[in-house]
């Protein structure tokens, strides 16, 4: 074998070898398209998304409403919350790496200030691994354990609850007066309406 055919076979040899090896990985989508999430375009539309950023996702999501008695009204107390959760892009998945939400209470009933609860801080767990690049995704839970407090997010609401238990149920409602059982949650007067919005 001459040098041309020793330099033709290893050429050969070469692009066989190149064309087996196994395609490289895909570039993760960056996590900023996890905070465009689908799961979060009612909350984008009512204004609630605070900031988006490469990583995280801030939303405001305040509370005036805590029962059904009042009809939709809102509530001349409540509290104001800033939720932020960290995201990241795990091949296909949009997980949420952590959350945390301050909370600043509001009284406009009269209530003496001393009587009011202070600001507080929440630490949240997500329940499960849910993924927000998947457009079936139906609800978010977030427990915070020590407070005994949780954040249900949904596609076109959210309620917030106190004294539930880390196994407890999560009703996504207001407390009907004729309420049973555990767990009603609070939400937002003027976020309400959407919630019964068809899905798109």
């Not at 952590?98 to 767990?125: H, L, Q, Y």
């Amino acid at each position: 074998m001459n040098a041309k055919q020793l330099i033709a076979v290893v050429g050969i040899v070469g692009a066989f070898i190149a064309c087996a090896q196994p395609a490289p990985d895909p570039v993760p989508a960056p996590a900023a398209e996890c905070a465009s999430s689908r799961f979060f375009a009612l909350y984008a539309r009512g204004e609630l998304v605070r900031a988006s950023g490469p990583a995280s996702l801030v939303l405001d999501v305040p509370v005036d409403l805590h029962d059904g008695a009042s009809c939709g009204a809102p509530d001349c107390y409540g509290h104001g919350m800033t939720l932020t959760l960290e995201l990241r892009r795990v091949g296909k998945r949009c997980e949420i790496v952590s959350a945390k939400a301050s909370a600043v209470p509001f009284n406009e009933c009269g209530i003496p200030a001393d009587e009011m609860p202070r600001p507080w801080t929440n630490r949240f767990v997500v329940k499960g691994a849910p993924n927000l690049a998947d457009h079936r995704l139906a609800r978010i839970e977030l427990r915070d354990s020590k407070r005994h407090e949780a954040l249900l997010l949904l596609p076109n609401s959210y309620y917030f609850y106190e004294n539930v238990k880390p196994s407890s149920r999560l009703r996504p409602e207001l407390e009907p007066e004729d309420a049973k059982g555990c767990c009603y949650g609070y939400t937002n007067s003027a976020f309400r309406p959407w919630s019964f919005e068809p899905q798109k």
